[in-house]
């Protein structure tokens, strides 16, 4: 008899970050989560899911429920949250995968990443899901989405300082 593999279910667990997640968002340990990606999709005009990647240093929980993230300003997914404000995140690695529901709306007060072509939003966690490998599951993730970077220790300066702009707009 041949093993099959069982996709895993997604299981709500309400409308706040849980702890892993509220530490993962938090900035507080960027050098871990350097090289990945989180997909982040808005609505389209069409009413299509529009896919984008941010990295961890592009996004910051202020606390379970409010997180904010900066785009590039003349992206289809900064239009998209101008005009729609959804979005989902999804944070996939080898534990599993996330799926954070929001609304989000643009902040007015980030001058300083404004001067690099970026715009700023807050989002309200609506709705967390999680997909997490159980017992005896015959499959798992590897990995999530990784990048590399030509000049990381540059790409950490950026990113840190991206995040207290964030923090403070």
Do not use: W
């Not at 984008?52 to 379970?64: C, R």
């Amino acid at each position: 008899m041949r093993s099959r593999y069982h996709p895993l279910v997604s299981r709500q667990t309400g409308d706040r970050f849980d702890e892993r997640l509220y530490h993962r968002l938090s900035g507080e340990n960027l050098a871990a989560r350097a090289g990945e990606a989180i997909l982040v999709a808005t609505t389209d005009t069409q009413g299509r899911p529009h896919p984008a990647l941010l990295a961890y240093g592009e996004i910051v929980a202020l606390s379970p429920t409010v997180l904010r993230l900066a785009v590039r300003g003349d992206s289809a997914t900064a239009r998209n949250l101008e005009d729609r404000g959804a979005l989902t995140l999804c944070l996939i690695d080898a534990d599993g995968a996330a799926y954070v529901k929001a609304r989000a709306r643009p902040l007015s007060s980030a001058a300083s990443l404004e001067a690099q072509g970026l715009v700023a939003f807050e989002a309200h966690v609506e709705d967390v899901l999680v997909d997490a490998p159980t017992a005896g599951e015959k499959a798992r993730l590897a990995s999530g989405i990784q990048f590399t970077a030509e000049d990381p220790e540059a790409q950490a300066r950026a990113a840190s300082a991206r995040l207290d702009a964030l923090r403070r707009a």
